[in-house]
Each structure stands twice: as structure tokens, then as C-alpha cells.
């Protein structure tokens, strides 16, 4: 069941893109501007529409921490804005001018991905705010792109109706015609999948055309093999070029929209249409699924945005077994450890955790020392992926958000050690000492930091620990 329970009508003329953090909801429009609501009640934020770009709005998103938004437009840039009070950060200049179609921040938030109408496509650096590298594709105009959960590589979509893989070095490794009357948009599941012929796990992607087709592919990325791109199957459905597509957190569905006007929701495994959604008047020009929360946004010519909400048979990435076996997580079994590790994709870790003798109580209490030195998994990606899933598990112990100024910016976990920088701003001690010592730039600002100098922030700490003693009552 998909639930129409709000609609957006701040725009003035066609909205063009929309995307989410874990707690805004970012859209754009031909009207030059962009709007950013709050997830909680949908209202308005104080500093919105974000405004400065000098022609149509085509793209937006959010890093991976939704402290920075970014825009591009018909104008030639990219703006960076702070997600915090609005201010804008950048202005990155599309090298020959050319409109900017798409942006994409990394998963690690070091780049940002811009494609443009002449074919360019740039990676800027995000915390210098200069070009890192760039490159063109064989024709066409950029329309698409997407990076892969471990940012390894990217894949850009073209008019000309190509697929092109990119890996981090700008390097073109691979190319294939997917839509014989152009590409409009794709899409790279966060869950890799297993193929049963070999073994391999590959990446789930999703595109689509103006050939009224919405295609699944496998990517697999490997050193030793290079890189190939599987057809997998079509899904049918719309009657007219399709505009968007995009995978739920999970993976398990696929939303598209379509100049018919209508909004599809698959499930990704059979390709069954799950949910048509026919509520817009014109065009859909985009679509996007929350990452934390049941929701779906989809945004049309006809100047609205409407807010679905879903009644989800499988549980959403970072839903745990808590929600189903209603046991506290602290008295969880090594069984129960070992079925939640699965449902986070981390079913190679079982074995390991079991010898370990890792339950509920254990597992809260693992740190990135623990995980090294004691079940010794050795790779820092690895490590980090564990702990954030870890850290998702006790955030979802808290029967409540945990207020933004709790947060560290740079790691968007509830701050232990809070301190101040000379930039104003209060972060996790750990976070902000790893920070400084590879740089001497501000998170928040980019500006240079005058002084490394941290200093205790007790009140921020006192406040959170009453903060906790009154969630635990």
C-alpha cells in the first residue's frame, strides 16, 4: 500500500529533481530555486528556497552526512549550501560554461560529480572546491550518473543513449549502448548481489530511456577481471519515455516515473509492478525513496511534489531484528546476532562472531579496537562498514531523534567528547583530531582553521548526558 499524506506546491513552475538527507527532503525547479522541508512535519525550512542560480535548477543532493546540499543548473555551476542555515558555501564552474544536467556527491563526500549538455563530466574536490579531474563522453549530453556504494567507480548516462563506467581516476573502463533513443537516468543499489554461476558479488543497477524501458543490470568490479556489465531483464510498464528511476534503501524495489504521467513501484527480484501511482496531472520528473523511513517523494511539470508513505512488507536497510522478535538488543542471543547480521548484509561475518562468542550485550559494545585487534578483521573498510551498522542499532535504542546539535558534523554520531574549534563549531574530540591532521580546514566552512587549537565544550556535554539519563528513565 502507497499512501498519498502530503503535497508540496511551493514551486512555480516545473520541479525538476527531488532528493532526501535523513531528515530534509531537497527539491528543484525551473523557477531558479530550491526549496528544503523538514522530514518531521514537512514545513518550510527558516532559509528556504535557496536561491542564486540565474537559470532552471535541474539537479540536487545531499551528501552522505546532509551537512551539504548541492545544486547545478542551466547556468554553468554547481552551488555548494550549508544544510545548517542555508549559506552558501561554492560556486564550481562547469569548465566551458556548459549547463550543468546531474550531480552526485561520493559516498565518502570527497567528490562531487558534475555532467553537463557539451558531455563533460567533473570531479570536483569537495573540501578544496577545485577540480580534481574531468573528462567527456563520446557523445551526447550527459543526463545520468551514479556511484557505487564503495565509490570505487561511477557510471554516467548519455542522450546518445550509453551507459560508461568511470572508475576514481577518471577512467573510462567500459561502454555500452543501453537505450537506443537516450539515457535519462540510473540508478546503483546500496545491497550488492550474489551471482549463483561464479560467485561474484556485483552491484544492482537500474536505468532508463526515452524508449519507454526500465533496465536492471549487473556490474562487477574487480581488479583481477576488470569490468563487466550484465543485462539482467527489462521492466514494462510505462506507455511513454520513462524520466526517473531509483532503488529503495534495500534494494528490494525500483520506483520509476514517466512522461505518462504515472508513477511505477516494482519489486526488484521478479519485476512485478507492486504500486501504480497515477496522482499527477503531467510529466514525472523525478522520484526518490527516504533512506531511514518508509517514504517516496515524486516531482512533477505539474509544479508539486507528493509525499507517499509506504506499508512495507520487508523491513528497510537499517530496520534490525528488534523490530520483528520485539527482544532487547542487549539480551540478544549469538543466534540473534547472527540473523542480524545477515539482514545488514554481513552474512560473511557470522562464523567469526560466533567463534567470538559475540551477543546483544557484546555487540553494542564493540569499538573500531575491538573489532581490529580482537576479531582482527583487518580491512579499515570493513571495520567501518560494522560500525556503522552497529552504531545505526543503538541509535534505534533511543526511543526518540536524537537532536541535531547532539550530532558530530564530520561523523553524524551522538557526541562523547564534545569539543570546540576555531571555527565556532563543536565535534566529536576523536573525529576532529583525525580531521586536523590530514588537514587545517574548517568541515563546516572549507575555510582554514587559524588555530588547532580544541577546547572542551562541557556544557554541549552535560546537556546530552541528561539528555540520555532521560531517554533511559
Same mark, same amino acid.
Given at each position: ?142 543526463? @545520468? +550518473? &551514479? =556511484? !557505487?556504494?564503495? $565509490?570505487?567507480?561511477? #557510471?554516467? *548516462? /548519455? ?5 560508461? %563506467? ?77 524520466? @526517473? +528511476? &531509483? =532503488? !529503495?534503501?534495500? $534494494?528490494?524495489?525500483? #520506483?520509476? *516515473? /514517466? ?5 511505477? %513501484? ?84 557470522? $562464523? ?122
Amino acid at each position: 500500500m502507497a499512501t498519498l499524506i502530503h503535497t508540496l506546491a511551493d514551486h512555480s513552475d516545473d520541479v525538476n529533481y527531488c532528493a532526501f538527507s535523513s531528515s530534509c527532503l531537497a527539491t528543484c525547479s525551473l523557477d531558479k530555486t530550491i526549496r528544503v522541508y523538514s522530514l518531521s512535519n514537512f514545513a518550510e525550512l527558516p532559509y528556504s528556497p535557496l536561491e542564486g542560480h540565474t537559470y532552471a535548477v535541474h539537479c540536487c543532493c545531499f551528501s552522505p552526512s546532509g551537512l551539504v546540499l548541492a545544486s547545478c543548473s542551466t547556468d554553468g555551476t554547481s552551488v555548494l549550501w550549508d544544510t545548517r542555515d542555508g549559506r552558501r558555501l561554492a560556486v564550481l564552474e562547469q569548465p566551458g560554461a556548459s549547463p550543468v544536467r546531474v550531480c552526485r556527491f561520493s559516498p565518502e563526500a570527497t567528490y562531487l560529480l558534475a555532467g553537463a549538455a557539451d558531455g563533460s563530466v567533473v570531479l570536483w574536490n569537495v573540501h578544496s572546491m577545485k577540480l580534481y579531474r574531468s573528462g567527456k563522453v563520446k557523445c551526447g549530453s550527459l543526463m @545520468a +550518473c &551514479a =556511484f !557505487s556504494p564503495n $565509490g570505487n567507480f561511477f #557510471v554516467t *548516462g /548519455s542522450s546518445s543513449g550509453d551507459l560508461t %563506467i568511470w572508475d576514481d581516476k577518471m577512467r573510462c573502463l567500459y561502454n555500452e549502448k543501453a537505450h537506443d533513443l537516450g539515457v535519462t537516468c540510473c540508478d546503483i543499489s546500496s545491497h550488492p548481489v550474489s551471482d549463483g554461476e561464479n560467485g561474484f558479488r556485483y552491484f544492482q543497477m537500474a536505468s532508463c530511456g526515452q524508449d519507454n524501458h526500465i533496465k536492471l543490470w549487473l556490474i562487477l568490479f574487480a581488479e583481477f577481471l576488470g569490468v563487466q556489465l550484465k543485462y539482467k531483464c527489462t521492466l514494462n510498464g510505462h506507455s511513454a519515455p520513462v524520466l @526517473a +528511476c &531509483a =532503488f !529503495s534503501c534495500d $534494494g528490494q524495489m525500483i #520506483v520509476s *516515473g /514517466s512522461v505518462d504521467k504515472c508513477v511505477i %513501484i516494482y519489486e526488484t527480484s521478479t519485476g512485478n509492478t507492486l504500486h501504480t501511482l497515477s496522482q499527477h496531472t503531467r510529466y514525472v520528473t523525478t522520484c526518490a525513496f527516504a533512506p531511514h523511513s518508509p517514504l517516496l517523494a515524486t516531482g512533477s511539470m505539474d509544479k508539486t511534489v507528493h509525499i507517499w508513505q509506504l506499508d512495507l512488507k520487508q523491513p528497510c536497510a537499517g530496520d534490525t531484528v528488534e523490530n520483528e522478535s520485539k527482544v532487547a538488543i542487549e539480551d540478544w542471543s549469538e543466534d540473534d546476532v547472527s540473523a542480524w547480521l545477515c539482514a545488514q548484509d554481513l552474512a560473511d561475518f557470522v $562464523g567469526l562472531f560466533k567463534m567470538n562468542n559475540i551477543d546483544g550485550k557484546e555487540l553494542l559494545n564493540l569499538t573500531k579496537e575491538s573489532l581490529a585487534n580482537e576479531l582482527k578483521i583487518e580491512s579499515l573498510g570493513l571495520r567501518s562498514k560494522v560500525l556503522q551498522k552497529i552504531e545505526e542499532l543503538r541509535m534505534t535504542m533511543i526511543s526518540v531523534s536524537v537532536p541535531d546539535e547532539f550530532l558530530c558534523p564530520i561523523t553524524r554520531e551522538l557526541m562523547n567528547d564534545p569539543v570546540i574549534a576555531t571555527d565556532g563549531y563543536s565535534y566529536e574530540r576523536e573525529a576532529m583530531e583525525n580531521w586536523i591532521s590530514n588537514r587545517r580546514s574548517s568541515p563546516m566552512t572549507n575555510l582554514p582553521l587559524h588555530s588547532l587549537m580544541l577546547t572542551p565544550n562541557r556544557t554541549l556535554k552535560m546537556a546530552i548526558s541528561r539528555w540520555l539519563e532521560t531517554q533511559q528513565k
